[in-house]
């Protein structure tokens, strides 16, 4: 299993006043030998998981994922 966390100037979204970092989550990373795919996973978020032929591509479908909800959670805290 490979770690890998971000914490470079990208993948940082607005939206109605709120800011949010996708790239200062923890990603870890571990081939699933049954699906034959990178399995890329996040402790902030224990629930999600994304498979791919490639680490790369696996941490990054997880990254859009997360981009989605967050951006979500901010929608609706904002509309409050």
Known sequence: M???SGQGSGDINHLN??????????????WQED?????AKCPGYPS?????????????????????????FITYFYAQ
């Open 17 to 30: 006043g709120g800011v949010f970092r996708v790239e200062e989550y923890i990603y870890n990373v571990e």
């Open 2 to 4: 490979s770690a890998l």
């Open 48 to 72: 999600l998981n994304w498979y791919a032929e490639t680490e790369e591509k696996a941490i990054e479908g997880l990254k859009h994922i997360i981009s989605a909800i967050e951006k979500q």
């Open 35 to 39: 699906r034959q795919r990178f399995a």
